[in-house]
């Protein structure tokens, strides 16, 4: 199996979570992408339900795909979100960003009753960190904010670097909301909670990858099976 046949069938059973009548939140990846996929053909055979998505690529292949689609404005209360993750431990806290859609990401995750990660299951770690953290921040006073993240990584005795992201072209990858993002290359993070914390006090930051109490369960894909971790 490859592993988008992996993705794939983590993809196919979040499917099966899905009711008619629910308000969805649609993920941003290419593991989240198959679940969208696979959403549409379901619609396309009737299957009734209304989402609102985590970035304009999922946004657009959504409605491509014929998904009823919402804006958080009219309904704030979703029931699932099914959505990917670089990185999930075992207690299901993740690392997302990889795509650059963690802040809605982490919005609609905060909007939606469950939370339900898909991945393969070389997500799947033992401690968050080595997969470069993603921290969003507003262009406005970068120098400032960069050394503040530096020092919030220090007080919590981690280090590392952190790399302004760039698209293939080279020029500075702008995300959905109009912000940057520095990857910070940690190899480890001995204190996820206490991280999120200091990021959070820097009024640069507008948000981080760290998904803490957020996910209520993730389906991983192996060449074995499938595992599921939470309910
Ligand atoms: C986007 C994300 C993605 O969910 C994460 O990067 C996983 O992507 P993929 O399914 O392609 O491995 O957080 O911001």
Redesign the pocket.
């Known amino acids: 199996m490859t592993p988008d046949d992996l993705?794939k069938l983590a993809a196919a059973r979040a499917l099966e979570l899905v009711r008619p009548g629910m308000r969805l939140g649609l993920?941003?990846?290419?593991?989240?992408k198959h679940f969208v996929d696979m959403l549409g053909a379901r619609v396309a055979d009737g299957l009734d339900v209304v989402c609102v998505s985590t970035s304009e690529v999922t946004e657009a292949q959504a409605r491509a795909l014929g998904i009823p689609m919402s804006t958080l404005e009219e309904t704030p209360e979703l029931d699932l979100t099914i959505?990917?993750?670089?990185e999930v431990d075992g207690e299901l806290r993740l690392i997302?960003?990889?795509?650059?859609?963690?802040l809605r990401?982490k919005i609609v995750a905060s909007a939606s009753a469950r939370m339900v990660v898909i991945?393969d299951d070389s997500k799947l770690v033992t401690q968050l960190g080595r997969f470069p953290l993603p921290i969003e921040i507003v262009p406005f006073g970068l120098e400032v904010t960069r050394r503040a993240v530096m020092a919030a990584i220090a007080s919590v005795g981690s280090a590392g670097e952190l790399v302004l992201r760039r698209k293939a072209d080279g020029t500075v990858l702008v995300t959905d909301g109009g912000h940057y993002i520095l990857d910070a290359h940690l190899g480890a993070i001995a204190q996820p909670e206490a991280l999120a914390a200091a990021l959070a006090r820097i009024p640069g930051v507008v948000e981080h990858?760290l998904f803490l109490g957020l996910a209520t369960a993730a389906i991983l894909a192996s060449a074995t099976g499938l595992t599921i971790v939470g309910t």
């Open positions: 993705k993920g941003t990846g290419s593991t989240a959505d990917g993750a670089d997302k960003g990889g795509g650059a859609a963690l990401e991945a990858g």
